[in-house]
């Protein structure tokens, strides 16, 4: 059962600093992270509970006008939102087809360098901060 009890707070960390929630029936698996939603990135992101939770602190009485746009935000990113823990669907999945490559087509000259895919995603917990 979800208890909707949202943490409301600030994330003090210079450039990247940003108004957060945190959703306690959010879980990432590991003891050690955590789920935060994240203003400024307009996300949900994972973050590691010893570098982050000291950088945390609770909104100031100007800062609480805001739980509303905040909260809203939040729940859209809440319903887009697919945890690591999430049950996997129910749907049989299909294992890849195995290649069929013959020894003659094994040539370092066959390789194209253009098709390297050269949009990679660091795990965002890692460079967020």
Known sequence: MKSNA???????????????????????????????????????LEYKTSFVEPKLRELSDAEQNQIPALEKAC????????????????EEITPPAKANISKSDNSIDDLNIDDADDNFVLDEAEDEL
């Open 6 to 44: 949202f943490w409301y707070g600030y994330l003090e960390a210079g450039k990247k600093s940003s108004l957060v929630v945190r959703d306690p029936d959010l879980d990432t698996g590991k003891p050690d992270t955590f789920y935060l939603y994240n203003q400024k990135r307009d996300a949900i």
């Open 75 to 90: 729940k859209k990113a809440l319903s887009q939102f697919q945890s690591r823990t999430s049950t996997a669907s129910t």
